[in-house]
């Protein structure tokens, strides 16, 4: 069964905060992760690709576990126009099933 | 630019009225998608395409019809609406299966 899961949110922090969203996969040969950030009624877009050794970019940092299978995303220093909702990608590398995406989890980020 | 783009953005229509909702992109990407989104249920694969003349259904096929005939262009037909169709859709692209991919800014359809 091919499943992606994330938390379900919605996460309501103050401006400044650190959050962490975190994101199971249940088939071990996943090969390739993804963050997407979606607004409201907008199309998603990447955020970032996770890779092996866990990467970084600016406020916002991905880590991989593949012996847990689960993929986590953190920002630092919340932002109001941080406020979206973040969507976990997974790469089952199974012919014709291309990328599973997670349901998505809110974050709203308030003054 | 780099794009997908998607028309009409919004459609209003009546039940069993066929459509044809386009989806180009102009990034000689290789891999195309078709995903409807509804609340609570995230996004769901609807079709997809490998190369021009390589289609295939992903979860949610009933219903809707595509064609690749050309490598910028991946149309998703509904052949007769139904409410059930109501949606968010989005069009995707990508180098290829597996790889990032980049969405069109969606089609709001409301079938009535």
């Known amino acids: 069964r091919k499943e992606v899961e994330q938390d379900p949110g919605p996460f309501n922090v103050p401006e400044g905060a650190t959050v962490a969203f975190n994101c199971t996969y249940s088939?071990?040969?996943?090969?390739?992760f993804f963050w997407y950030r979606q607004d409201c009624r907008k199309e998603p877009k990447l955020l970032m690709s996770?890779?092996?050794s866990g990467n970084e970019d600016g406020r916002f940092t991905a880590q991989l576990n593949r012996a847990s299978q689960y993929i986590s995303l953190l920002i630092r220093d919340s932002k109001l126009s941080d406020s979206a909702t973040y969507l976990c990608?997974?790469?089952?590398?199974?012919?014709?099933?291309?990328?599973?995406f997670g349901k998505g989890t809110t974050l709203s980020v308030s003054s | 630019e780099a794009q997908v783009t998607q028309n009409p953005r919004y459609l209003i229509t009546v039940t069993g009225k066929k459509l044809t909702v386009t989806c180009s992109q102009n990034m000689n990407h290789e891999y195309m998608s078709w995903y409807r989104q509804d609340p609570g249920l995230g996004l769901r694969q609807i079709y997809y395409?490998?190369?021009?003349?390589?289609?295939d259904k992903g979860d949610v096929p009933e219903g809707y019809k595509v064609s690749r005939k050309e490598k910028r262009n991946f149309p998703l037909i509904l052949e007769s609406p139904s409410p059930n169709q109501t949606s968010l859709y989005f069009c995707a692209s990508s180098p290829a299966e597996g790889y990032e991919q980049y969405f069109g800014p969606g089609t709001r359809l409301t079938v009535t």
């Open positions: 088939n071990s040969a996943s090969q390739s």
């Open positions: 996770v890779y092996s």
């Open positions: 395409s490998m190369n021009v003349e390589a289609t």
């Open positions: 990608v997974v790469n089952l590398n199974q012919a014709g099933t291309a990328l599973i």
